[in-house]
């Protein structure tokens, strides 16, 4: 059984940071590409940042490029997004998920375990 836990969200003032840790169990962590998603009130599901499974590959949304970082540790199963710069507007329940193929990818469809999410607010 895979599990995702998410952690490290909060109220944060804009141009403040946080950094959100997945820790997950139940699968050969360093054979899958991780990423983070995001959800804000009344909009869809949105792509923030993935990495490949060994860690040199990420990518990011355009929205969050410069400002976050995406990272793992596979000793510790553990993928990290480190998020400076916080503007209103990243405001969402944020969730990681583990890809179904090694390398990373953006499109939702190609992960398929969840984690519960952890709700980031910014304020300004």
């Known amino acids: 059984q895979v599990q995702l836990v998410e952690s490290g969200g909060g109220l944060v003032q804009a141009g403040g940071s946080l950094r959100l840790s997945c820790a997950a169990s139940?699968?050969?962590?360093?054979?899958?590409?991780m990423g983070w998603f995001r959800q804000a009130p009344g909009k869809e599901r949105e792509f923030v940042a993935c990495?490949?499974?060994?860690?040199?590959?990420?990518y990011y949304a355009d929205s969050v490029k410069g400002r976050f970082t995406i990272s793992r540790d596979n000793a510790k199963n553990t993928v990290y997004l480190q998020m400076n710069s916080l503007k209103p507007e990243d405001t969402a329940v944020y969730y990681c998920?583990?890809?179904?193929?090694?390398?990373?990818?953006?499109?939702?469809?190609?992960?398929?375990?969840w984690g519960q999410g952890t709700q980031v607010t910014v304020s300004s």
């Open positions: 139940g699968r050969t962590f360093s054979s899958y590409a």
């Open positions: 990495i490949s499974g060994s860690g040199p590959g990420t």
């Open positions: 998920a583990t890809g179904r193929y090694y390398n990373y990818a953006a499109s939702a469809r190609l992960y398929d375990y």
